[in-house]
């Protein structure tokens, strides 16, 4: 008896274990969510996207260009998200933005979601005119997840488990998150951050 309740004991311990587990790393002490799900709170619009929350999802699509800015800067982060996107959405986690108002691939790092973008070394799981993506990995049609370090000048992206960039770069030490909509459609079902 004393025998299986010891197994018993061990294999709760371990099926606990198991379920903190995030293969992302978080939803665990020191991580805020960004996303309320019921509303667009703690961003600002810019552009001309139709950004809006449906299904506890923030979504963008119908526009040109547009972006939700973070109400605050950032500097060593962990962040983790969960996406959708359509199979010609152009999209992406930009982050250390230097601008409130403007978001832009040369004032941020460009975390990339473009299936299609014309030169796919810099599409999806590449930082656009940084660092191209060490494996090319479609995201379009389904739900996927980023991983994304930024801590000092070291930068390393995991998508879909993937680890997809490396490197060192120090154009941009602090700044803005954006969430870019800039054709077809994008959902966040999820983004937290962790300040390292």
């Not at 972006?67 to 962990?78: C, H, P, Q």
């Not at 997840?145 to 030490?173: E, P, R």
Request: proline fraction near 1%; include cysteine.
């Amino acid at each position: 008896m004393q025998r299986r309740t010891a197994l018993l004991a061990g294999l709760l311990v371990s099926a606990a274990a198991l379920t903190g587990c995030n293969s992302m790393g978080g939803s665990g002490s020191g991580w805020t969510s960004m996303i309320d799900g019921k509303s667009l709170n703690g961003w600002s619009q810019i552009g001309v996207s139709n950004w809006r929350v449906e299904d506890g999802a923030v979504v963008g699509d119908k526009g040109k260009a547009g972006f939700l800015v973070s109400s605050r800067t950032y500097k060593d982060f962990e962040i983790n998200a969960e996406f959708w996107v359509s199979e010609d959405a152009n999209s992406g986690i930009f982050i250390r933005g230097g601008s409130q108002t403007s978001m832009t691939g040369t004032n941020a790092y460009e975390v990339n979601i473009f299936d299609r973008r014309p030169d796919p070394s810099y599409g999806t799981g590449a930082i656009v005119n940084t660092a191209k993506a060490a494996v090319v990995l479609k995201t379009g049609g389904k739900w996927n997840t980023y991983h994304i370090v930024a801590k000092g000048d070291h930068m390393v992206l995991t998508l879909n488990g993937v680890q997809t960039v490396d490197v060192h770069d120090s154009k941009h030490s602090e700044g803005y998150i954006g969430l870019q909509s800039d054709g077809g459609t994008v959902k966040f079902r999820k983004l937290e951050i962790k300040e390292l």
